[in-house]
């Protein structure tokens, strides 16, 4: 069964601290794996997309890892601002199908 | 970079009227738009695979006569819930999927999302 679990399903940090999201998937055929950001009330915005060949990409202070092997992705934050405050969404997807994790609930306090 | 819009950004109705929202690719031709369904606290739900110029697909569960969705156009999806009910009330966001031809990939891009609130 493809699916998608991402851990934890919410964390709180301080501003200034660093911290590591991590989304486990089974869905095969795999095509690529992507990162989305959602504030609260608004749409989910891309912060990274990896395909298969893909070990690491980063976004400013953002950088996820792909271990295409163990099908593990992390999204690491460096830096914490009280604007990360969000959910962030793991999404892996086949030829046509979009499979999306649960989501963790970041907060990120003073 | 590829922009999809969402139009009205949050309405309140009357119980039993209907509400339109339509999802608009704007800078890419889109055949294939999503409409999700989010609750408070909760992932996304897809409802329904929006396809230009045939029927949407509805995922098990969503009534297709409760939300009418109609592709009419390359660029443009819309999702009138019909006689709408309190327990209608819900954030619902649309995405339309871009078949990148460098890379051999789909990309999915997300609108804003719309709050419809049925008093």
């Known amino acids: 069964k493809n699916q998608v679990e991402q851990s934890p399903q919410s964390l709180i940090i301080l501003e200034g601290k660093n911290c590591t999201l991590q989304?486990?998937?089974?869905?095969?055929?795999?095509?690529?794996l992507r990162w989305y950001k959602q504030d609260t009330g608004r749409g989910p915005v891309s912060l990274t997309i990896m395909t298969f060949s893909e070990n690491t990409k980063s976004n400013g202070r953002y950088t996820a890892t792909l271990d295409a092997d163990t099908k593990q992705s992390s999204l690491h934050i460096t830096a914490s601002q009280l604007s990360d405050s969000a959910s962030y969404i793991c999404?892996?997807?086949?030829?046509?199908?979009?499979?999306f994790g649960t989501g963790t609930s970041l907060t990120v306090i003073p | 970079g590829a922009v999809v819009s969402q139009h009205p950004s949050r309405v309140i109705c009357k119980s039993g009227t209907s509400v339109k929202i339509e999802c608009r690719s704007l800078d890419f031709q889109a055949t294939t738009m999503f409409w999700y369904r989010q609750f408070p606290k909760k992932s996304l739900m897809l409802m329904a695979t929006s396809n230009e110029g045939s029927k949407a697909t509805y995922e098990q569960g969503v009534e297709k006569d409760k939300f009418l969705i109609n592709h009419a156009s390359l660029t443009l999806s819309t999702l009138t819930v019909t006689s709408a009910h309190p327990e209608d009330s819900s954030f619902y966001i649309c995405?339309?999927?871009?078949?990148?031809?460098?890379?051999?990939?789909?990309?999915?891009?997300f609108g804003p999302g719309t709050r419809l609130t049925v008093l």
């Open positions: 995405s339309a999927r871009l078949i990148r031809t460098s890379g051999s990939y789909n990309e999915q891009f």
């Open positions: 999404v892996v997807t086949t030829g046509n199908q979009f499979y």
């Open positions: 989304c486990n998937y089974t869905v095969s055929p795999f095509s690529n």
